[in-house]
């Protein structure tokens, strides 16, 4: 079974430091891959200022691009970033391949999103899911994959 980390990359751990640190705990645990996942206003987080800034972004697609392709990171984990390629090709869920269900049924795009696009409870799985393709992500849009 892969082993995975994940980690909410805030504006404050979005340093090069932080983010080494980070891989490098992670190899020392051997574990597969890490996910770099961005903040929402969500959660513990609902109603602050927490998304990233232009800078942070392009800190973290710097850093994903070095760890992926640098052979001097090969015996790393993989590292996972979805939002450098959502910025570019749109939301990777949103029904297209993935989708997520609150413990009422409520279906939304992912965890994070937190729009509902219907209650598989009351509703159709193809009517929410075919709804949630036309919508896309709050974030990302429509994926053009």
């Not at 090069?16 to 190899?27: F, G, K, R, S």
């Not at 972004?57 to 984990?77: A, G, H, M, T």
């Given at each position: 079974m892969p082993v995975a980390l994940s980690v909410c990359t805030t504006r404050a751990f979005c340093t090069e430091e932080h983010l080494h640190n980070y891989l490098d705990l992670a190899q020392r645990l051997d574990v597969s891959f890490v996910q770099l996942l961005e903040p929402k206003a969500v959660g513990n987080y609902s109603g602050k200022d927490v998304l990233l800034q232009e800078h942070h972004i392009r800190q973290l697609e710097s850093f994903y691009l070095k760890y992926n392709r640098d052979v001097k990171y090969r015996n790393y984990p993989i590292l996972v970033y979805h939002g450098?390629?959502?910025?570019?090709?749109?939301?990777?869920?949103?029904?297209?391949?993935?989708?997520?269900?609150?413990?009422?049924?409520?279906?939304?795009?992912?965890?994070?999103?937190?729009?509902?696009?219907?209650?598989?409870?009351?509703?159709?799985?193809?009517?929410?899911?075919?709804?949630?393709?036309?919508?896309?992500?709050?974030?990302?849009?429509?994926?053009?994959?």
């Amino acid at each position: 079974m892969p082993v995975a980390l994940s980690v909410c990359t805030t504006r404050a751990f979005c340093t090069e430091e932080h983010l080494h640190n980070y891989l490098d705990l992670a190899q020392r645990l051997d574990v597969s891959f890490v996910q770099l996942l961005e903040p929402k206003a969500v959660g513990n987080y609902s109603g602050k200022d927490v998304l990233l800034q232009e800078h942070h972004i392009r800190q973290l697609e710097s850093f994903y691009l070095k760890y992926n392709r640098d052979v001097k990171y090969r015996n790393y984990p993989i590292l996972v970033y979805h939002g450098y390629y959502q910025r570019r090709s749109g939301c990777f869920t949103a029904g297209n391949r993935a989708l997520y269900i609150d413990t009422n049924g409520e279906a939304m795009s992912c965890p994070f999103c937190q729009c509902s696009s219907g209650n598989l409870l009351r509703e159709d799985a193809k009517t929410i899911i075919s709804r949630m393709r036309m919508k896309g992500c709050a974030s990302f849009g429509i994926s053009t994959i």
